[in-house]
């Protein structure tokens, strides 16, 4: 409804802040896999070579998705989720004392945040700048 480019053009730098760091992390996870799997273990999380591989696949293909602006709603959706069951895997801060659970509160939370930034991507949608998966969505996106 609202056709103002300021819009669109926050939209675009909100799908490529809030991916940024998905695409960071996730080609960090990809470049060295086995230290993927290691830090997995360590944390605790369940099958670690699989979910390195999840891990992989949500944060690189949903980043890159995310940016270009193709299935906006339901991939934000999916990576608040995957944001959010991370946080407790991965920053257990209540299991933790002194600075350890100081930062791993923050990164919890920070966690948390992200996933709201992508609920309200989700909400608002991708804005006018994307990739159109065919001809069809872009008639009737327009």
């Not at 995957?82 to 930062?103: C, E, N, P, S």
């Amino acid at each position: 409804m609202n056709q103002f480019p300021s819009r669109d053009i926050a939209l675009l730098a909100a799908r490529f802040a809030l991916s940024l760091l998905f695409l960071v992390m996730g080609w960090g996870k990809l470049s060295d896999y086995a230290g993927t799997v290691a830090y997995m273990t360590q944390t605790g999380a369940p099958l670690p070579g699989v979910s390195a591989i999840i891990a992989i696949l949500a944060e690189l293909g949903i980043g890159v998705a995310l940016v270009a602006g193709i299935l906006v709603t339901p991939l934000s959706i999916a990576l608040a989720i995957y944001t959010v069951v991370t946080a407790f895997i991965g920053h257990h801060f209540w299991t933790m004392d002194g600075m350890l659970r100081y930062d791993m509160t923050i990164h919890f939370y920070k966690n948390i945040s992200i996933a709201g930034g992508l609920l309200a991507l989700a909400a608002a949608g991708p804005g006018r700048f994307t990739l159109r998966l065919s001809r069809r969505e872009a008639v009737t996106a327009a």
